[in-house]
């Protein structure tokens, strides 16, 4: 597909609509095994400069969403740090290699960082490399679907906390003192925080969690120079769908959308270059939400 089909095509048509072949994966999954193959933006994406020279961190980097960020980022001119986990090497293999060919450093950090001591070595990591930390996006998640609340296993409720919104707590206050005037934080949230599914409760009260510290850590840090905003996606095909989901709950994803299919992660990547670049200059503290018509309060 080429740049000027995606400015002028019907978005409803413009990527697969469900029905999709049903699959699963072992978590954490790899976007290498999902049929169709998300669209990151290879083929699309135009970089024109926005984030020149700066100095990024993005967590859950490897696959989905964060490597749609990571190689728009590097489009722009960034160097780029990408977190993951060790299972997931083999598509951080794949996002180092696509930033590299921009010409921008990019690191890779595996570990978890549902650990303090990780989360600290990751922006130690960028300290080391970059001298700085200019942005840091907190898109790493977990997530698991249960049928009953009864269900609900205690470590993993307690994992899910940790990877999606305690790791944030950690990685901000490891940042925050290497960030200069003019950084900026992008948490991902989601739909999920205003319209929560029961089987995705774990993950969808992380995220509402994460709403609350956006707003609450941008009137702190502003007074920095520095800037918090979230991205809240809708349905997105990414690798955390059959690592966590039936298969036949898969192969129908994101059809209920106003816009009658998922969104790729191609086009989550733009909000996170807008909310990195100083043309976001006035914005802080706010959600965006790129849910395909589903609405936020």
């Given at each position: 597909?080429t740049?000027d089909q995606?400015?002028?095509q019907?978005?409803?048509?413009?990527y697969?609509?469900p029905?999709f072949?049903?699959?699963?994966?072992e978590?954490?999954g790899?976007?290498?095994?999902?049929?169709?193959?998300?669209?990151?933006?290879y083929e699309?994406y135009?970089?024109?400069?926005?984030?020149?020279?700066?100095?990024t961190i993005i967590?859950?980097?490897?696959?989905?969403?964060?490597?749609?960020v990571?190689?728009?980022?590097?489009?722009?001119?960034?160097?780029v740090l990408?977190?993951?986990?060790?299972e997931e090497?083999?598509?951080?293999?794949?996002?180092?290699r696509?930033v590299?060919?921009?010409?921008?450093?990019?690191?890779?950090?595996p570990?978890?960082?549902?650990e303090?001591s990780?989360?600290?070595?990751v922006?130690?990591r960028?300290?080391e490399?970059f001298g700085?930390?200019?942005v840091?996006?907190?898109?790493a998640?977990y997530?698991m679907?249960?049928d009953s609340?009864?269900?609900?296993?205690s470590d993993?409720?307690?994992?899910?906390f940790?990877?999606?919104?305690?790791?944030?707590?950690?990685?901000?206050k490891?940042?925050?003192?290497?960030?200069?005037e003019?950084s900026?934080?992008i948490n991902?949230?989601?739909i999920?925080?205003y319209?929560?599914?029961?089987?995705?409760?774990?993950?969808s009260?992380t995220k509402?969690a994460i709403?609350?510290?956006?707003k609450?850590?941008?009137?702190?840090v502003?007074?920095?120079?520095?800037?918090?905003?979230?991205?809240?996606p809708g349905?997105?095909?990414?690798p955390?769908?059959?690592?966590?989901m039936?298969a036949?709950q898969?192969?129908?994803?994101?059809?209920?959308s106003?816009?009658?299919r998922?969104a790729?992660?191609?086009?989550?990547?733009p909000?996170?270059?807008f909310l990195?670049?100083?043309?976001?200059?006035f914005v802080?503290?706010?959600?965006?939400?790129?849910?395909?018509?589903?609405?936020l309060?």
């Amino acid at each position: 597909m080429t740049n000027d089909q995606t400015r002028q095509q019907d978005p409803k048509e413009q990527y697969p609509q469900p029905e999709f072949p049903e699959q699963e994966q072992e978590h954490p999954g790899l976007d290498s095994e999902m049929q169709p193959e998300p669209d990151y933006g290879y083929e699309t994406y135009r970089g024109h400069g926005r984030l020149e020279g700066k100095a990024t961190i993005i967590t859950g980097g490897d696959s989905g969403i964060g490597r749609a960020v990571a190689l728009a980022f590097a489009r722009e001119g960034a160097d780029v740090l990408i977190s993951y986990l060790d299972e997931e090497e083999s598509d951080a293999q794949e996002t180092a290699r696509v930033v590299e060919e921009t010409g921008k450093q990019v690191v890779k950090v595996p570990g978890d960082i549902s650990e303090e001591s990780h989360c600290k070595h990751v922006v130690e990591r960028a300290v080391e490399e970059f001298g700085r930390v200019d942005v840091l996006v907190n898109n790493a998640a977990y997530q698991m679907t249960f049928d009953s609340i009864t269900e609900i296993p205690s470590d993993l409720l307690l994992h899910t906390f940790k990877t999606n919104i305690i790791a944030m707590f950690w990685l901000c206050k490891a940042a925050i003192p290497h960030m200069r005037e003019g950084s900026s934080i992008i948490n991902v949230s989601s739909i999920q925080a205003y319209q929560p599914s029961p089987p995705l409760l774990p993950y969808s009260s992380t995220k509402g969690a994460i709403v609350t510290f956006t707003k609450g850590l941008a009137q702190e840090v502003i007074q920095q120079g520095i800037r918090v905003n979230s991205v809240a996606p809708g349905p997105v095909w990414t690798p955390i769908l059959p690592a966590s989901m039936p298969a036949e709950q898969v192969s129908q994803f994101g059809g209920t959308s106003p816009t009658g299919r998922p969104a790729q992660p191609a086009e989550l990547a733009p909000a996170f270059v807008f909310l990195a670049s100083q043309e976001s200059s006035f914005v802080n503290g706010e959600i965006l939400g790129v849910t395909g018509g589903q609405p936020l309060p």
